[in-house]
């Protein structure tokens, strides 16, 4: 039971890892972006080649995973995406589809359609029991990593200089920029970090969710979920609506088997449909 | 005393409904292609089907702006519903039919509520759902749905009691054209009525359609539930055509497709949704035939292409200039129309 609650918890944060990226695109920037499980993708694939071909200790791949696409998402940004952040939302829709539907096919190319093995550390493997709990190690680090980016993002957001400038930016772009906020390369930064921490996602999950081609479709759902359900208007919002996914889904696939992700999906709409604005957001 | 204004809606609106010379010349050539093009019926009855898929979904996307990325949960219904019930013996294929719009008609009229609400992303986000939900529930219902290895045993009494379906699809073919025509006239006439007009003032400014008197939840709800009866039909045409169901008909890339078929046409405007099910099935067919397995990098990348260069100015051009070729034999200037442009959803 406690264990399920434990795993519930490691892939929520982890969810929140590959989502957060999202959140502030999606939810501040109010841009739809489908495409962000491609960037995950692309982490989890760099921590996957540099291991498997290359021989790299996993703890040392973890840095490229973040930093190949949060250069990839700071490309595509400057040349893409800023083209699009007036459009409606269906034309961003359509846009993101289109990255989707070529990254899969490119990944598919170059790399094969087949599982992704990543063999992580033996001093991560296994499991131990702390308080009569089965703790997995594996786990337990990306919780413990995970914690950690949640406190400093937080941290970014909310106590610095750069934070506040971002909100602004995203409140409103003119009066930011009416007082001296270079609000272009906010929203560039603000998306490579997005990118880069999808990508450490990806590569920290790869192990629990499994790292194929399709990746960014089956989990883009995921992600949206956990910014919808969450509320756009801060960062713990999606933060507890990750938690709440990850232990939803651990615990459903474990004593209810037959329902599969039905669970989650009914509930998500139903969330949506009592709250549009998110389970904790104030309503704009 | 009769206002002016209401006169010249009248007049706009009758002149607005009044065939042109290209729509009847689109017609002759689709119905010519039932005799011309034979070994490529298979191929024609998908584009049909797509065709008319396309159009329910511009029904709500184009005319009402109601964004949705789960419009395959009405045309996996209505095929799940064709394929249950040919399979069950109800083998005639209009009564199907008729079944799987109503079924398709209920779903709507049902999830309609819920795309009332919230913004365009909460909207996505529901549609999507509904759409997740109706997959996974068609996959865990397999003593019904034959689940992962998809409704088999599916066989077509004759049409009318009249024509068998055949094995080049010809017979296919012309049922699913005719179908797709006479569903096209049906909508053809809604979107030119008042009702039409109305669903385009609530899409070009939900609250000033409600300022000035227009009832826009019962209007939304009343065209979300004729848009999913048409998809619910399209996917009954779909099972009874090829006589197999599988879960696919309800994946996410359905969705996906169809929007971006209507994109390559051209939202807003009835046509968009066939043309672009001719555009979108010939480019898989040829991009397909090139590079099997990774097709949809290209479509991916058209698709990209097609947003950053500005589909609606793109469309809207390729229709201007149509409309001027056609206008020419006519001998009027096609400028005068009011034009029906596809606007910001």
Known sequence: MLTILFDGIAYGMLLFVLACGLAVTLGLMNFVNLAHGAFAMAGGYVTAVLMNRYGVPFLLTLPLAFAVPAVIGLVLERTLYKQLYARSHLDQVLFSIGLVFMAVAAVDYTMGSQQQMIQIPTWLQGRVEILGIQVGLYRSFIIAVCGVLVVVLQYILTQTRFGSRLRAAVDDPRVARGLGINVSVIFAATFAVGSGLAGLGGALGAEILGLDPTFPLKFMIYFLIVVTVGGTTSITGPFLASLILGIADVAGKYYVPSLGAFVIYTLMIVVLVLRPQGLFARAR | ?345
């Open chain 2, 1 to 345: 005393m009769q206002s002016t204004t209401a006169e010249t809606v009248r007049t706009a609106l009758s002149r607005r409904g009044r065939w042109g010379l290209g729509e009847i010349a689109f017609w002759l050539v689709a119905a010519a292609t039932l005799f011309f093009l034979p070994e490529r019926h298979l191929i024609l009855n998908e584009i049909a089907i797509i065709g008319l898929f396309a159009l329910s979904l511009d029904l709500i996307l184009g005319y009402a702006g109601i964004v949705s990325l789960g419009h395959a949960a009405f045309f996996g219904l209505g095929a799940y519903v064709a394929g249950i019930l040919a399979r069950n013996g109800m083998t005639d294929p209009l009564a199907g039919l008729v079944v799987a719009a109503i079924a398709g008609a209920i779903l709507g009229f049902i999830t309609s509520f819920l795309v009332l609400r919230g913004s365009d992303l909460t909207k996505l986000m529901v549609t999507l759902g509904v759409a997740l939900v109706l997959g996974e529930l068609a996959n865990q219902m397999s003593w019904l749905t034959g689940g992962a290895d998809g409704l088999q045993g599916i066989s077509m009494g004759p049409i009318l009691g009249l024509f068998e379906f055949d094995i080049f699809g010809t017979t296919a073919y012309a049922y699913s054209l005719v179908v797709t025509f006479l569903l096209f006239v049906i909508a053809r006439r809604i979107v030119v009525s008042p009702y039409g007009l109305s669903l385009r003032a609530i899409r070009d400014n939900p609250l000033r359609a409600r300022a000035v008197g227009i009832p826009v939840n019962r209007r939304l709800v009343a065209v979300y539930t004729l848009a999913a009866a048409y998809a619910g039909v399209a996917g009954g045409l779909l099972a009874q055509t090829t006589q197999f169901v599988s879960l696919d008909v309800l994946a996410f890339h359905r969705s996906a497709d169809v929007m971006l078929v209507l994109v390559i046409g051209g939202v807003g405007y009835l046509y968009g949704g066939l043309i672009g099910a001719v555009v979108f099935k010939v480019l898989q067919d040829v991009l397909s035939a090139w590079t099997p397995q990774y097709w949809q990098f290209w479509i991916g990348l058209i698709l990209v292409l097609l947003v950053l260069a500005g589909r609606e100015r793109l469309t809207d051009k390729a229709r201007f200039a149509v409309k001027r070729f056609f206008g020419r034999f006519r001998g009027k200037r096609p400028g005068a129309l009011p034009s029906t442009s596809a606007r910001e959803i």
